[in-house]
């Protein structure tokens, strides 16, 4: 997922292109709805309870994240209804520096839930001992794939795929096959048609170099960037610059290279702001083996939680299906539970790899830094 720009990150972009310029949808509800609260029938021969204060006004909730989280209103107030809550959301940054500004504030959270923990800062945030374990109502249902914290302290929210998105009109009209792996991208038909974003400013970028580690192992993944270095590859600060500014694909872009670093969904959502002008995708993606990184985006209740009993209500909520049918339409990502019913564009458009990337958390975790520097010695010096 997460995150320059996870999973709300083409929703917004591309609104902001098309002006100038975050889960799907099964409505079978759970025998019982995370929604209401279970409250235990009173023993007949029980001395009946005092009665209990009622707070004059809703509790507050609330959910720091990246700046790239959405949710529709009306999904919010479902929940605040519900529960006679606020919800306040405290956007912090991108996925890093929101992580980044959880560690410094650990003891004193400034919120209750934290949502936008991928898996290349998973292990990072499990290490700093930042969250309480808790079990989620329907836990059971989401794919153990993407469960991977055996104590329930980061629980999976949603997922998406780091891709290499093509211009089809430019090779269309060139008579030249796209790209299918990540070797094409080497050879000299494809010489300076391939903009990257930096992986140590951009959430793309760094999923795309994890991609070629995952790939071409330790040993050959930096001859594969010195190879694209020769083929001149260009590199930009972040998905926003590279997709609009230098992608031929984009709508509006001025741009003239028409391979770039994306999403599997981009060619999705290029459709579907189009406002009907385009009923199928003007571009595509590479999705041959090792091409796409799988990023998985997870929330938590923060150590301290002011409103730990409310935090858990929402953690049991964003797993609904209510709130995970809400996700494609907002993120442009997918939802983990695998009865969430997608919109049909979605179902037609938004293309899954058959075969991601995938590194271990603790080894990205171990080496993130070392191979970020190892990048920049050899990409940007």
């Known amino acids: 997922m997460r995150r320059c720009a996870r999973w709300g990150w083409i929703l917004w972009a591309v609104l902001g292109a098309l002006a100038a310029c975050t889960t799907p949808a099964a409505t079978p509800t759970p025998s019982r709805s995370p929604l209401s609260p279970v409250s235990p029938l009173p023993s007949p021969t029980a001395a009946p309870s005092p009665p209990t204060a009622t707070p004059s006004g809703p509790r507050e909730l609330v959910l720091m994240t990246h700046d790239s989280f959405s949710a529709s209103e009306e999904v919010i107030r479902e929940f605040e209804q519900r529960y006679n809550a606020r919800v306040q959301i405290l956007k912090a940054g991108d996925a890093g520096a929101a992580l980044n500004k959880a560690i410094l504030a650990k003891g004193a959270p400034l919120a209750d839930v934290f949502f936008g923990v991928d898996n290349t800062f998973f292990s990072r945030a499990l290490r700093e001992d930042l969250f309480e374990p808790y079990r989620p109502q329907g836990l059971e249902e989401i794919p153990p794939a993407f469960r991977l914290d055996p104590e329930h302290r980061l629980i999976p929210i949603d997922y998406g795929d780091v891709c290499l998105n093509y211009d089809k009109k430019y090779f269309r009209e060139k008579g030249l096959r796209p790209p299918e792996t990540l070797e094409d991208l080497i050879r000299p038909e494809y010489k300076g048609l391939l903009v990257v974003e930096n992986p140590a400013t951009s959430s793309p970028g760094l999923a795309f170099m994890l991609a070629t580690i995952a790939h071409f192992g330790e040993e050959r993944w930096l001859d594969f960037w010195r190879a694209l270095k020769a083929n001149g ?98 993120m442009f990502v997918f939802p983990v539970h695998p009865k969430a019913k997608l919109p049909d564009f979605f179902v037609k458009f938004a293309e899954v790899p058959p075969e991601p990337a995938r590194l271990d958390p603790a080894r990205i975790d171990a080496n993130r830094e070392r191979w970020i520097q190892e990048w920049t010695d050899l990409m940007l010096r």
């Open 233 to 330: 590859v260009k590199v930009t600060e972040g998905w926003e610059e590279a997709y609009y500014k230098e992608f031929s694909g984009a709508t509006g872009s001025p741009g003239t290279r028409p391979i770039v670093v994306s999403y599997a969904t981009s060619p999705a959502a290029e459709v579907y702001f189009s406002g009907g002008r385009l009923s199928e995708p003007p571009t595509g993606n590479v999705l041959g083996k090792d091409a796409c990184f799988r990023q998985i985006e997870f929330a938590g209740i923060l150590k301290g939680a002011k409103n730990r009993d409310l935090a858990e209500r929402w953690m049991d909520y964003m797993i609904s299906l209510r709130f995970q049918e809400d996700i494609p339409l907002q």
